[in-house]
């Protein structure tokens, strides 16, 4: 059965209270954990259609590349340095305190508050083994949150009928945080398409289904605060991210010392 869907109570990102800085032209928030989740907390008790892209380097490049996925990152409610090569621009940027709101942690984070706080939350997307381990593992370390949702979608695109049908179901789950895993530019687009839409806030997560359902291993901590895990994931998966790792970095590095010495500017 399908719901009436939600009408959008803010079409626009509001302001948060934390800096933001410009990085080829892409905004980024310069926000902690403790702030994030405070304010995805409040949009879901709100029930307001919100939508939050958790962004490493991929993303500002593809943003970078494509004006119309940079539009979609621009309308973000929230957009999170995902990585530290982003955290280490902020703070060249002049802000000093920048920290890491790394996917996993903070679905980690967001949960554990979601249930003190009774706050209903959902996943969509990953490969059905993985959303069904991923939800015994949130079920196991988080008992009392009310997982109401979980959904695994086909990797195609999805007709009209079929995206109303989940947009209805998601809806009829109360779901008010809704994880999404489909990895970049998808989940963004997805997330883009669907403020408005759902009444629920939307967290573009990408491998964190993977990461926290223990299908992947995530880089040692050294690793992550090194800004090295591209290194890490790559030799896991050298065929599907030497694309991303081996031609994004070092363009991404070149491009913002452009902008960093002031020789080129960016939207």
Known sequence: MRTREAS????????HGFPSRRILGVRVDAIDYAGAVQLLVTWARAAESRYVCVSPV??????????????????????????????????????RMATRVYGPSLTEHTLAVAEKAG?????????QETLDRLVAAV??????????YASSPP????????????????????????????????QERWMGAHRGRTRAVLVGVGAAFDFLAGTKRQAPAWMQRSG??????????????????????????????LQYLGLRRFR
């Open 8 to 15: 959008p109570k803010s079409a626009t990102p509001t302001r």
């Open 155 to 186: 990797f195609r695109q999805l007709t009209p009928e079929e995206d109303a049908d989940v947009v209805g179901q998601i809806n009829a789950s109360r779901a008010t945080i809704l994880f999404v895993g489909l990895g970049c530019p998808k």
């Open 139 to 148: 079920r196991a370390r988080y008992p009392r949150l009310a997982v109401v």
């Open 58 to 95: 991929h993303a500002i490049m593809e943003a970078y590349q494509a004006p119309d996925f940079r539009d979609v990152v621009e309308r973000a409610d929230l957009v999170t340095p995902d990585g530290m090569p982003l955290v280490w621009c902020l703070r060249l940027l002049g802000v």
């Open 228 to 257: 090295l895990e591209w290194l890490f994931r790559l030799c896991q998966e050298p065929r599907r991210l030497r694309y991303r790792y081996l031609k994004h970095n070092p363009r991404f590095l070149a491009l913002f010392a």
């Open 119 to 127: 706050v209903p939350v959902g996943f969509y997307g990953g490969s």
